[in-house]
């Protein structure tokens, strides 16, 4: 079998997709693993990611496995050909969405678990009363970025994108929201 060698601009993606993954929690191996099928933009087979990578088929299989866990690739099969081929999703925003989702259920879950079981305990002292109470911040806090993270997953690519775009002009329009809020008596009125 014979590639098309990759061109230096895509091996320096791979290279720092390899460097990037041993920090977010990936081997090196499954972070070009991933890197390489996403810049190439078409389903490869395992002995062509191999070869591209010059990486054992070994060594692709078990990080082909990590990146089907994490729902980044999907196996795909053509017809008259028995081998597997892999393939990102297409739509950068499904990748988005899923590294975001798998981090959550890996990562943030087991500490919410956790934290729910903390306050459930009855505090037998006044330091246990004083770190409860900050365990209850944090909960709150990680609670309250989950429930905004579900909102975010249902809105459409395009909304997303409008709504990174806004960036900083989401404060200006709160602080436009503040000056509207009219003070004076106890029946303050505000405009929510």
């Known amino acids: 079998m014979s590639i098309t060698p990759l061109t230096p601009l895509s091996l320096r993606f791979i290279s720092h997709f390899g460097e990037m993954g041993s920090r977010w929690g990936i081997n ?3 972070g070009q693993i991933y890197a390489l099928l996403y ?3 078409k389903a490869l087979n395992a002995d062509e990611i191999a070869e591209h990578l010059t990486f054992s088929r070994s060594n692709v299989s078990m990080g082909l496995k990590e990146l089907q866990s994490w729902r980044l690739v999907k196996l795909l099969h053509k017809p008259g050909d028995r081998r597997e081929y892999f393939e990102p999703p297409q739509d950068i925003w499904d990748i988005f969405k899923a590294l975001l989702e798998e981090r959550r259920r890996r990562e943030i879950e087991p500490t919410l678990s956790m934290l729910r079981d903390a306050l459930l305990e009855q505090p037998t002292n006044e330091a246990d009363q004083v770190a409860q109470q900050r365990m209850r911040e944090m909960y709150d806090l990680i609670e309250l970025s ?3 993270f579900d909102d975010v997953q249902r809105l459409s690519p395009e909304t997303l994108t409008s709504l990174m775009k ?3 002009k989401v404060k200006k329009l709160l602080d436009v929201r503040e000056k509207f809020r009219f003070s004076g008596t106890s029946n303050d009125t ?3």
């Open 166 to 168: 806004m960036g900083s």
């Open 28 to 30: 090196r191996t499954v």
């Open 39 to 41: 810049v190439q933009g």
């Open 190 to 192: 505000v405009i929510k």
């Open 146 to 148: 989950s429930s905004w």
